[in-house]
């Protein structure tokens, strides 16, 4: 059969077909006056054929106009489509990043609801629409790209730092006390320290100060860009954050960049980041410990400016004045600032308690009139793998290798030959450091003016303002650890860790994970990976490798479980712990149950029990002074009641906690009423009457494995303290050195672990049992004296009528929360 011929056929047979169904056959029936009758007229592309073709238009013509003729062309319908299609997506609603504190900055957190996902790989220049494709390849485009990249102006501050008023006079005081013991010829001796004083400050200036070049600056960031294109799979950044960013540095304001530090690529992705969107980088502090060949004088010019690691005030004033006045003079000429408020990287995984050092600088150049204001952005990072390895040692109490440019160089050919994943970095919502410091500074002023009313001293100026600012820097570290995105190495390593520690299959691993995504979708948590649960469970378990998971095969298939040896155990739990910022609370509040409640109960023996509201706040208020230095708790602006009443909503939600509600409507009938007789002009003062809620805890198997998971999550760090408050009772001496005590723990922890006495091998921690000490000695059952740079421990004997908690009870109470449930 001839084509033309075959075209014709399938042509009458799609006619007929059509009309079967759109035109009555049957000629009883007559058709609808308004009905419109459609023809389908072929069009062949034969030349022969042209002039039938022409004949069926010069027929359509004199059909009636109620008709209407769809024409087609039987070849392109018979033809497979090789044109790419354009796939329509539907748009995923990620939630907001970052938002601004609706206590403390109520007026920047409007328009809070989910956004459109954009998020944009970095590596990718193509796609970012500023980058078009060439004739001469990726590699000349992306080499043009840095070198088109606008040149920031860098002012040079050096001579303004040496002529400030306050480096000048600290100079001068410096060198009086220098020579205040020789009265005979103090005119000779004073002038003399005074030129020596002026040497040291232009040393301590020389080596601090950068000196940022625009060329170094976009050579470095091409090979930046190289160099993480051949680390990661991708560079996620939200474009919308950078718009925000954008708009505050266009201000005229300094913009104080504080991200949370968890990777030396820290401040080298976020410069890249800044570098690549036009948008003037800031200048970086970074350590001393830094300063090693070459790579100090090439970070200097990429912005750094190198200050001590431990700065003391009173013993350093030449120091800090010529730091405060560099950084004061930088913010005044338009440069911008970042610098960490932990201080070091975090060796555990979570957040650190801040050092407000910094941060006081920057408030005083606000409060001082040096500059009107300034933007202050938080920025949280996270990687699937970091690029450091792990911290084993440091947590394990051995020193910390000295940062050399051959170990630098060994670092990097190690990491061109791994593969670390999805990086991403979030910049939070800007706002304004007035806004922060004023609303902060008036609740501090409150609290002081309520201890002068109850008959307890004022708090000096000075150290109200420095309560102030260390709110300020907990508060700013709390919102970035919530807004820090979770990535999969995070998601699969807290579920290896927290439930299924002695191994499952994939396929329940990757339920679990759809659970837990779905958890915290709800909950406006930012998830830093997509797509299938399986799939993304064999990513995280390839990223992790086989130090950290194995795969054995049983009678159910392959099932996936961790390595439980110590060095294994610690860095999975570095992973795992960036979750600790969304189950902090509700682990808490499970272990303060798990106290409370009766033996019986975890014997299912019952079907519920009754725990006291006010015995669960005082068990969970020693939790929080207990664990105070590792964690941040609750924003200052906050209160322990509302977030304990968030978790009990929480528990209600998933059957934990069943609430009676005729108590629970009395308690706010009750506390209305204290509301109203405290606005009442009356003098007649009414007596307050204690009332007290009762919690039923549910005793069936679904609520027990659930408290029993919370449970979990926080117990690692109670069984340090546990075993840091019973090492202590075990001395045959009431004081010891700190670095011998913590080596005595460390030992003591590890032979409990071979024996079985301990279970969580990652409760194994250098930096929890420091921050054991610090919260004994703020219980008052220790003290910590510190002698020519050298710490003792010394436990408090205890008087007839002192309150403080001996070490004996501290040590008791602990172990009750951390005893064993079968």
Request: glycine letters at 4%.
């Amino acid at each position: 059969m001839r084509s033309d011929e075959m075209v014709e056929a399938l042509s009458s047979s799609f006619q007929n077909f059509y009309n079967k169904y759109t035109r009555s056959e049957n000629p009883k029936i007559v058709p609808q006056p308004d009905r419109r009758e459609i023809y389908i007229v072929p069009v062949n592309a034969a030349g022969d054929d042209q002039e039938q073709h022409d004949q069926q238009h010069l027929l359509q013509r004199y059909r009636p106009k109620t008709r209407k003729s769809f024409v087609f062309s039987t070849k392109q319908l018979c033809q497979v489509k090789d044109s790419k299609w354009q796939i329509m997506r539907q748009n995923k609603m990620r939630p907001f990043v970052g938002p601004c504190c609706s206590v403390c900055i109520p007026h920047m957190t409007k328009n809070r609801e989910k956004v459109v996902s954009n998020l944009k790989n970095m590596l990718d220049l193509y796609n970012i629409g500023t980058v078009e494709k060439s004739m001469f390849g990726y590699f000349v485009d992306n080499l043009k790209f840095f070198y088109q990249l606008k040149s920031q102006e860098y002012k040079y501050i050096y001579n303004e730092v040496l002529e400030d008023e306050l480096v000048v006079k600290t100079i001068s005081a410096v060198a009086r006390e220098a020579c205040a013991d020789d009265s005979a010829d103090g005119g000779k001796r004073f002038t003399k320290e005074l030129e020596i004083q002026w040497k040291n400050t232009n040393y301590i200036l020389s080596v601090m100060s950068a000196k940022v070049k625009n060329w170094v600056y976009k050579f470095i960031g091409w090979f930046t860009f190289r160099a993480v294109s051949t680390l990661a799979t991708s560079l996620v950044v939200q474009p919308s954050q950078i718009d925000r960013v954008r708009e505050a540095e266009q201000s005229g304001l300094p913009v104080i960049y504080l991200p949370l530090h968890k990777s030396h690529m820290d401040y080298i992705l976020m410069g890249l980041v800044l570098t690549m969107h036009n948008i003037k980088p800031p200048l970086v502090a970074a350590g001393e410990n830094l300063r090693v060949f070459f790579i100090s004088k090439l970070l200097s010019y990429l912005g750094a400016f190198y200050i001590k690691r431990q700065i003391d005030t009173k013993k350093d004033q030449l120091y800090w004045s010529i730091l405060g006045s560099y950084i004061k003079n930088s913010m005044k000429n338009g440069h911008h600032i970042e610098f960490f408020l932990e201080g070091a990287r975090t060796r555990s995984g979570k957040c650190c308690v801040p050092k407000s050092g910094l941060l006081s600088i920057i408030v005083d150049a606000y409060r001082e009139g040096v500059v009107e204001d300034a933007w202050i952005v938080p920025v949280s990072m996270n990687y699937d793998k970091i690029l450091e390895g792990n911290f084993v040692r440091e947590q394990l109490g051995q020193p910390k290798k000295k940062e050399t440019f051959f170990a630098a160089i060994l670092t990097f050919i190690k990491a061109v030959c791994s593969h670390y994943g999805i990086m991403r970095v979030d910049f939070n919502v800007p706002y304004r450091l007035r806004d922060l410091y004023e609303s902060i500074d008036k609740i501090s002023k409150l609290e002081n003016e309520m201890s002068v009313k109850e008959g307890m001293e004022k708090v000096p100026e000075n150290i109200q303002y420095k309560n102030t600012v260390d709110r300020m820097a907990k508060h700013i570290v709390y919102d970035c650890w919530k807004s820090t995105a979770i990535m999969s190495t995070n998601a699969v390593s807290f579920l290896l860790l927290k439930k299924y520690r002695n191994g499952t299959t994939i396929e329940q691993l990757a339920k679990e994970l759809s659970i837990m995504r779905d958890k915290l979708s709800q909950c406006d948590r930012d998830i830093g990976f997509s797509g299938n649960s399986k799939d993304v469970v064999q990513y995280a378990l390839s990223l992790l490798g086989p130090k950290l998971v194995a795969h054995e095969k049983n009678n159910e298939g392959y099932v996936v479980k961790p390595i439980l040896n110590l060095s294994s155990l610690i860095e999975l739990s570095y992973y795992a712990n960036s979750l600790l910022s969304h189950y902090l609370h509700q682990s808490i509040v499970a272990l303060a149950l798990s106290k409370l409640v009766c033996p019986e109960f975890w014997n299912k023996s019952m079907i519920e029990t009754k725990i006291s509201r006010n015995d669960l706040m005082e068990c969970v208020q020693f939790l929080t002074d207990l664990l105070q230095f590792d964690f941040i708790f609750i924003k200052p602006c906050d209160n322990l009641d509302s977030i304990v009443d968030s978790v009990i909503r929480h528990f209600e939600a998933e059957e934990i906690i069943l609430m009676d509600m005729l108590l629970d409507e009395e308690k706010r009938s009750r506390k209305l009423a204290r509301i109203l007789d405290s606005d009442s002009e009356d003098d007649y003062q009414q007596p307050y009457i204690e009332f007290d809620i009762k919690y039923r805890v549910s005793a069936n198997e679904n609520s027990l494995n659930k408290i029993k998971y919370y449970r979990s999550i926080m117990m690692p760090y109670l069984e340090c303290m546990a075993e840091s408050a019973g090492s202590f009772l075990a001395l045959s001496s009431d004081s010891v050195p700190e670095h011998e005590h913590v080596q005595t723990v460390l030992e003591q922890m590890q032979n409990n672990l071979d024996e079985g006495i301990l279970i969580h091998g990652e409760s194994i921690s250098v930096e929890t049992i420091k921050h054991s000490f610090l919260a004994f000695e703020k219980f008052g059952c220790l003290s910590i004296i510190v002698k020519d740079n050298i710490k003792t421990l010394s436990m408090v004997s205890k008087g007839l009528e002192d309150l403080n908690p001996s070490m004996q009870t501290m040590s008791d109470y602990i172990e009750e929360i951390v005893k064993q449930i079968n």
